[in-house]
């Protein structure tokens, strides 16, 4: 079979792939273009995660894309409102031609001598699975960073023996039914933080088992700034005034963790212990690394405190010794009683999901290969990664490296250019992964898998939305570490 030709191809039809895609078609119209996606819907994390309670952990104004200002006036929004939106999307940028779902790309090979990229795609259609050909002049891998198919599950000791229901969010059944359940949710991140107060209304009883605390920033429901700006403004001015506003303060937050995290450390837990009160043990709520090690999770309107301080939901911090048939036992000797165990304990990282990638035949180790601006992968060329901020909203990365790869093929078309590839001098070489930022467990137990980052621009990740805008949009593009050829 022969392969379809494209300008370029954007693998992934999430967050990162839709924005890409709609960018790209207003920038650049008669460039032919398609968007591969291996699942049967468009919103990648949103159309996977049905857990109850499902909503983003960043601000819904910075989360939009800004060509397309978020209008709705709650600060965190559920899963459904964010598909819905990005179904918008696509209508208003009329990407529905270019989409094709239950297709997934199992290989992507590049060729010097042809200068295309050639992608191998397995494509459900209704009478069976046929593998298809694509041939593409560039390729945007915007696949997310995380495995679709399972949820970081640890080893429990004894789990054979529980007679309840032991749930991943990943995979939320959809018959699970937990009212008037006891359940113990295993983790503290954003994951366990969104769903005990979403269970804590049905359920007999909700646990938030914790080995180790978390810092939180409560937030409000809905967003009084723009509410103010939309009685002064037209909707798209005040949206986007409050965008702005969002986007400095996010900054400006994670600046201070890095700079005074002391007195940041000291805010945080002072506003999360008036909220839950003193009758809460404090250790509960004090972690031992400063804030923004791990991601900073957020709770609108008190929504976890207001659960634990009724007594409809529990917190714990300690560690489990094994399953037994009803419950988890743990290493303090407490046993708890449970019917569901829910263990919100993480994503297994894959960045490029299970493409195989290979440059003329050899095989590409992300694990050896540095990230140039964040964008492209060293000696990799014609191809770029999506992936966002793990400090602010992560379409923010979207917008700007969408405009970016525009960019860069006017600069190949002025010099009439076929391939464009980052160089690394010997010198610049570093062993740091690219997310040596973050302390959390689902990253440090890839971190051996991830592409390195340098000491400095342009091969240093900032995960910082001013600068990255500036080296991707104002600075020249050719600094003298690309070939173009």
Not at 116 to 124: F, N
Not at 442 to 452: F, G, I, K, N, S
Request: aromatic share 10%; glycine share 6%; charged share 20%.
């Amino acid at each position: 079979m022969m392969a379809e030709r494209f300008d370029y191809i954007v693998v992934g039809a999430g967050v990162g792939g839709i924005g890409a895609a709609s960018w790209l078609r207003r920038l650049l119209p008669e460039k032919t273009s398609v968007v591969l996606e291996r699942r049967g819907n468009p919103g990648g994390t949103w159309d996977l995660f049905r857990y109850p309670g499902v909503r983003s952990d960043s601000d819904m104004l910075t989360y939009g894309y800004s060509f397309k200002p978020w209008q709705g006036e709650q600060v965190l929004s559920p899963g459904s409102a964010i598909v819905q939106y990005l179904r918008e999307v696509i209508a208003d940028s009329q990407l529905q031609s270019l989409l094709r779902f239950n297709s997934q790309v199992l290989s992507a090979e590049w060729s010097t001598d042809s200068s295309c990229w050639q992608l191998a795609v397995l494509e459900q259609t209704a009478t069976g699975v046929v593998e298809r050909h694509y041939e593409a002049a560039f390729v945007l891998f915007c696949t997310g960073y995380f495995r679709y198919d399972q949820g970081y599950l640890p080893n429990y000791a004894g789990v054979e023996q529980f007679q309840g229901a032991l749930v991943h969010p990943q995979q939320w059944p959809e018959t699970l039914n937990w009212q008037g359940k006891r359940v113990v949710v295993i983790g503290s991140g954003a994951t366990a933080v969104t769903l005990v107060p979403a269970l804590a209304d049905e359920a007999a009883s909700v646990t938030m088992l914790q080995r180790s605390p978390t810092f939180f920033l409560s937030v409000p429901v809905k967003d009084r700034l723009l509410a103010t700006l939309k009685q002064l403004l037209p909707a798209t001015a005040a949206a986007s005034l409050a965008r702005r506003w969002n986007i400095t303060r996010t900054h400006w937050l994670y600046r201070w963790s890095r700079r005074a995290p002391r007195s940041l450390r000291w805010l945080l837990l002072y506003l999360v212990r008036r909220q839950v009160g003193a009758q809460i043990q404090a250790a509960h709520f004090t972690p031992d690394y400063n804030p923004w090690d791990e991601r900073l999770c957020a709770v609108p309107d008190n929504d976890l405190f207001k659960a634990i301080a009724s007594g409809r939901a529990e917190v714990i911090t300690d560690s489990i010794e094994q399953f037994s048939a009803d419950g988890v036992r743990l290493r303090s000797g407490r046993e708890l009683k449970a019917d569901i165990v829910v263990s919100a304990t993480g994503l297994n990282l894959r960045l490029l999901g299970d493409i195989k990638v290979n440059v003329d035949g050899v095989a590409l180790q992300l694990n050896d290969r540095m990230l140039y601006k964040s964008v492209m992968i060293e000696g990799v060329p014609n191809a770029a990664v999506m992936f966002g901020y793990i400090n602010a909203s992560w379409t923010l990365k979207v917008d700007i490296v969408s405009r970016y790869l525009y960019r860069l093929w006017l600069e190949m078309e002025q010099r009439q250019a076929r391939s464009v590839t980052p160089l690394l001098q010997p010198q610049q070489r570093s062993c740091e992964s690219m997310m040596a930022a973050l302390q959390a467990g689902y990253v440090q137990r890839a971190a051996d898998e991830l592409p390195r980052q340098g000491n400095s621009a342009p091969w240093k990740v900032t995960m910082d939305y001013p600068s990255d805008k500036k080296m991707l949009l104002q600075q020249p593009v050719d600094d003298g570490l690309l070939c173009f050829k």
